[in-house]
């Protein structure tokens, strides 16, 4: 066996599927909603910070001041030395203001579901999820000892089948509050009913939706007035910045806290992040105005795009993220190239990350943008199909 010639075969064969992934580096100094790489300015429909929070002079100039006070690293991980009061204090405005005992905060969101899922399960568990549940969950589900079945998207009826399939066992029921390819949402009121009926725990990552959905954006659970066993919550998206938090029982935080690896064996994350997460979340809870302007600004490009006679390219959803399907990669490919020769940056998103068949133009809509940049959207896509 020879490593480069396995390695290039394998390439080859991402060429020959339309499959080959690149990472394009783009001008970090660009201001939304604008993204530069390769010396052209596009308009950004692909981005995930859907308020805009990642350039709020209040939350940097909390970063710069804790950094100049904290200095740079944690030093270590959470257990020895690398947990502090200013993280403290973030868990604590994150139980409070999330209505949960306690909160446990991870390095990345991939790290917070990991962690949860491998930390709690154990042999002869059932872990019941969605299909469309992030790789992050997937991934772990494969990996640990308890028993993993999935169910149709959003498909509660197949759930409730699996429940009954499996009276004695400790269940936990794991969905997304917003899908992250589609942006449709979870029956989250359904879900807590069914786990409740069950004796089952529920799991909601809510990546997609804290920030945006519910009041102060509480995110998608309580939106609809619903508090999961455990729910996790990531800073990378609307919040602006990086970082997650699992929320949680006192009793599940200390079991966590012996059982989590992602939690025991990495670097916590810096004090100043915390410091400047927690001027993220308070610019949050007070940011109706934003959220008020990325409603509006889905309103009007779904109208806009029925206008134009493409409502049946859009996936439902009423949410930041609005896909576009454009069936296979090739396709996909070639409506996100054409886009883009009109200055509009919206990359396919191809197989593995949604199902074979099934690519896709993501778009994401923020409070970054205007309504002529929404116009100008709808016109390119009427221009690419
Ligand atoms: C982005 C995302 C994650 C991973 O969070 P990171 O902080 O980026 O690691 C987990 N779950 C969902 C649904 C996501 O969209």
Redesign the pocket.
């Known amino acids: 066996m020879n490593w480069n010639t396995r390695l290039q075969a394998a390439l080859d064969k991402k060429t020959a599927q339309s499959a080959y992934r690149r990472r394009t580096a783009r001008r970090a100094d660009t201001l939304p909603p604008y993204i530069e790489s390769g010396g052209v300015r596009y308009l950004n429909f692909a981005g995930n910070d859907y308020l805009g929070l990642s350039r709020d002079p209040d939350v940097i100039a909390a970063w710069q001041q804790a950094l100049a006070q904290y200095g740079t690293g944690s030093g270590g991980s959470p257990l020895v030395t690398g947990y502090t009061d200013v993280h403290q204090a973030l868990e604590h405005q994150l139980a409070d203001w999330l209505g949960y005992e306690s909160a446990l905060l991870f390095p990345?969101?991939?790290a917070a579901?990991q962690a949860v899922l491998l930390g709690l399960l154990q042999k002869d568990d059932i872990l019941l999820a969605d299909k469309l549940c992030?790789a992050?969950m997937q991934e772990a589900a494969m990996l640990g000892a308890a028993r993993y079945r999935r169910f149709p998207h959003n498909r509660y009826d197949f759930l409730e089948k699996q429940l009954n399939d499996h009276p004695e066992s400790a269940i936990l029921i794991a969905s997304?509050g917003v899908f992250?390819m589609d942006g449709d949402k979870a029956d989250i009121g359904r879900l807590k009913t069914l786990s409740e009926q069950y004796g089952a725990w529920l799991l909601i990552?809510d990546?997609?939706g804290i920030g945006i959905l519910g009041e102060e954006g509480r995110g998608s659970a309580a939106a609809v007035g619903v508090r999961p066993d455990i729910l996790v919550v990531?800073f990378?998206?609307a919040v602006g910045l990086?970082g997650?938090a699992v929320l949680c029982s006192q009793t599940v935080a200390e079991y966590l806290t012996q059982t989590a690896r992602h939690l025991i064996y990495s670097t916590a994350f810096p004090p100043a992040q915390a410091a400047a997460l927690a001027a993220a979340l308070k610019r949050i809870r007070h940011a109706d105005d934003l959220r008020a302007k990325l409603r509006h600004n889905i309103r009007r490009f779904q109208t806009a795009l029925t206008q134009a006679g493409l409502a049946d390219y859009l996936m439902p959803s009423e949410t930041a993220i609005q896909p576009f399907v454009g069936g296979s990669n090739e396709r996909a490919l070639s409506v996100s190239a054409e886009l883009r020769r009109n200055g509009l940056y919206v990359p396919a998103i191809r197989p593995p990350t949604v199902p074979a068949g099934s690519a896709r133009l993501r778009i994401t809509l923020t409070a970054a943008h205007e309504d002529t940049h929404i116009d100008t959207l709808v016109k390119g896509l009427q221009d690419a199909v």
Request: proline share 0%; hydrophobic share 20%; charged share 20%.
């Open positions: 990345s969101g991939y579901n992030h992050s997304e992250s990552d990546a997609h990531t990378g998206k990086m997650a």
